[in-house]
């Protein structure tokens, strides 16, 4: 019976949508008109043409704050966060007590993965109104992003008290949680939301999320079905479900139950993209190439996002000005603390998270994960250098007590997750811009170069729906450009940095598992621990999207896997006909590297 009254819906939005457009066609200049279908086309996910009509209310009342804030949180709601900057200061600078402009700005930043603008942000939301619970969540989201996860927590409790009837906010404690590794305090607080809505789709996922990084995979993989079965037109429910199906190797049930929502209606573009993203992933394991290309370039066409790929050159050409042979030689360094770092490094989907399993099952190491370190100390660089150039550009008028406190700072932070062990993981993706700055911190630490074959870690990237501000990833060409600005800046720091590095293949360490491993922990000056072979039973609580991966054994599919899609990849492979790309693969290295 639902059936027909959600066609007869369907069918009478239509008819208001084409109602709505003649008055706007009729009377362009007028404001009500252009509102109304605006915020009509934003209720029913078309975001791009709402986008167009509040550009238009700009232009008809500039002076209306709601106005811009409104565009500005469309646009992030299309994936557009860069874009929303403009619209939502100019919203707060028109009326600095309008909440959802603070909470949509602090938001826009955490997207953009800039740590030092979210807390800004997030600080002036608190000035303007402290005791709104959306305020003390959004500054919850900055904070977490910067990695103070205790006083993100903090936020979020207090965001709980201001609202103790939202099941979401108590779900957002959950997820911070769990990612504090608080396994039982999380699950207390799906409990307490689930209390409060039986029905909430987000305590449900937080708990079969919790059970999979926990490693208790049956659990997880049946509360899975219980959230399929019960909630199958809810794209979050359907998405989580079908993840956790793909950590199973369950494909064809989670292309199954993937495709009846694609093909339903109400779906917003960020959530298409997302189930798109998934099915993707089912198909190419189903052997289903051709389809499997076509999610994977129709999810990453909705990002509608695009690099700019001449700021991607002056900003490596900043820092390897700022961090040249001669400055490096001359600046002092800092005392070594008393955790050793282990910086993990390579192009995102090129085997970090292995890497740091692998490491993290030693019993002297503690993985890190992604605790966007050096992001947090640059944060701090200009303030504590008083230098009105940003960095880097201001780290050559830090003075060595300046450096001082960087480094008590950051030693601070590696001590609250080391657990008494000697060394800590630090596999951040973009650390590979600061590693002329961790020289200069941390004279005890050794940085790992993760290598695979940029073929493969391009195409993984295009099949990977990134979170974040990743303008790189949703475009073939991009992504060899990328690829090629990582290299010439990591080309530079081999040249011109005295840090210990090595080299790890991807296809090195599945060949020969047991002899890279023992060359790596050498080089970290760990003793030999057999536990590192058996990385994959390790159930250290994994937070990033290789979380699957990371508990299978060592397997050698994903190698050359390219060559499945190889008529698709012309703009990639053309990006990566440059000498300096081809480094990348470690092409001519036959063994792994390092060099102390």
Known sequence: MSAPAASSSRVAEERRLADLRKAVRAQPNDANAHYQLAETLRGLGELDEAITHYRALTDLQPEIAGIWCNLGATLRAAGRAGESLDALQQARALDPTLIQAHTNLVAAFVEMNDAPRALDAARRAIEAEPDHPLVQWSVAGAFRLAGELETAAGHLRAAVRLDPASPLLRCELGDLLRRLERSDEADAAYGQALRLDPHSVDALIGRMKGRS????????????????????????????????????????????????????PGLEPGERRALLFALCEALDQLGRYEDAWAAAAEANRLKRVRLDRAALERQVDAVIAAFDADSIEGRPRAEAGPVRPLFIVGMPRSGTSLLEQILASHPQVTGGGEMNLMSRVVGRVETIA????????????????????????????LGKVAHGNVCVTEKTPDTFRYLGFVEQLFPNARVIFCLRDPRD??????????????????????????????????????????????????????????PVTRHLLEFCGLPWDARCLAFHENRRPVHTASAGQVRRRLYGSSIGR?????????????ALESPAAKAVTGDGANATRDSR
Not at 497 to 507: K, N
Not at 562 to 574: F, N, Q, S, T
């Open 213 to 264: 990084q926990t490693g208790r995979s049956a659990e997880a993989r049946e509360m899975a079905r219980g959230i399929a079965q019960r909630f199958p037109m809810d794209a979050a429910a359907v998405h989580a479900a079908a993840e956790e199906y793909l950590n199973h190797n369950l494909t064809a049930e989670a292309a199954a139950l993937i495709q009846p929502r694609l093909n339903g």
């Open 562 to 574: 390219y060559r499945r899609y190889e008529a698709h990849l012309g703009p990639l492979l053309r």
């Open 386 to 413: 008083g230098a009105a150039e940003p960095y880097p550009a201001c780290v050559k008028r830090l003075c060595a007590e300046g450096r001082t406190r960087l480094a008590a700072f950051a030693a601070a932070e």
């Open 457 to 514: 870690v391009g195409l993984s990237c295009f099949f990977h729906d990134f979170t974040g501000d990743h303008p790189w990833a949703y475009d073939l060409a991009d992504l060899g450009r990328y690829c090629r600005e990582y290299e010439r800046l990591v080309a530079h720091w081999r040249a011109t940095l005295g840090l210990p590095m090595m080299d790890v293949r991807y296809e090195d360490l599945v060949e020969n598992q047991a």
